[in-house]
């Protein structure tokens, strides 16, 4: 069984660009949860999507976007960076989006905004 | 507004001696609360769940809804136990989970 995997580990963009970044789920997992963590504090959670839809959403703008994929991989997109945008990104995944079941979550890619 | 309350940024015990990891919660509603871990250099896990009434390592948790309260502890601290507990709560579904700001647990020798 693997566990659920991110890319890139470190990435550096300057303010206003676009960044991507993409998660692989655990076997036989469809849900995907991303969280965002700022130095200093808990996971925050930015959407999660469930069956190829974004079912849920935190308080988070519009140019965090995302997708899933068929297999059930997924991708966060960021648009017009922004220095506070500059954390750690979680991705986790979930059997199904009941809240019994437990979030696997991966290493993490570390975003710096300069 | 639902929110997570860990007072405790650093908790620094010896060994053998009790632990006590507060988390204090705010949330209109019946939600399902998590404890969560990280040790040094691995990904956060679950440590265990308030629906399971479950011991993990030694850990327990008991959830009071007129404190709104779901403290964490453990009655012997071991090295091993070292590293950063999130408390965390869900209101289900497609919710998402919402952390506190952790607290680092230090095990002295």
């Known amino acids: 069984e693997t566990g659920v995997t991110q890319s890139p580990t470190h990435l550096i963009k300057t303010r206003g660009q676009q960044v991507t970044l993409r998660c692989s789920s655990q076997?036989?997992?469809?849900?995907v949860s991303w969280y965002q963590q700022a130095l200093g504090q808990g996971p925050q959670f930015i959407f999660q999507?469930?069956?190829?839809?974004?079912?849920g959403r935190g308080n988070f703008p519009p140019r965090f976007s995302g997708l899933q994929f068929p297999n059930y991989s997924s991708e966060l997109n960021v648009n017009a960076l922004e220095l506070d945008d500059s954390a750690l990104y979680l991705c986790?995944?979930?059997?199904?989006?009941?809240?019994?079941?437990?979030?696997?979550f991966g290493p993490g890619t570390r975003l710096t905004v300069l | 507004a639902q929110r997570v309350t860990q007072p405790e940024k650093l908790l620094s015990v010896f060994k053998g001696a009790p632990v006590e990891l507060k988390c204090n919660y705010s949330?209109?509603?019946?939600?399902?609360l998590f404890w969560y871990v990280q040790y040094s250099r691995q990904r956060l896990q679950l440590l265990l769940r308030?629906?399971s009434r479950e011991s993990i390592k030694g850990f327990t948790a008991d959830l009071n809804k007129g404190e709104t309260s779901f403290h964490l502890k453990k009655p012997f601290a071991q090295e091993e136990d070292s590293a950063m507990y999130y408390c965390?709560?869900?209101?289900?579904?497609?919710?998402?989970?919402?952390f506190g700001k952790g607290t680092h647990l230090i095990i002295q020798p």
């Open positions: 986790a995944s979930s059997l199904e989006p009941s809240s019994y079941n437990e979030q696997f």
């Open positions: 076997s036989g997992h469809n849900t």
């Open positions: 999507y469930y069956r190829e839809e974004e079912n």
């Open positions: 949330y209109s509603g019946s939600p399902e």
């Open positions: 308030h629906i």
């Open positions: 965390a709560l869900t209101g289900g579904g497609a919710d998402g989970l919402t």
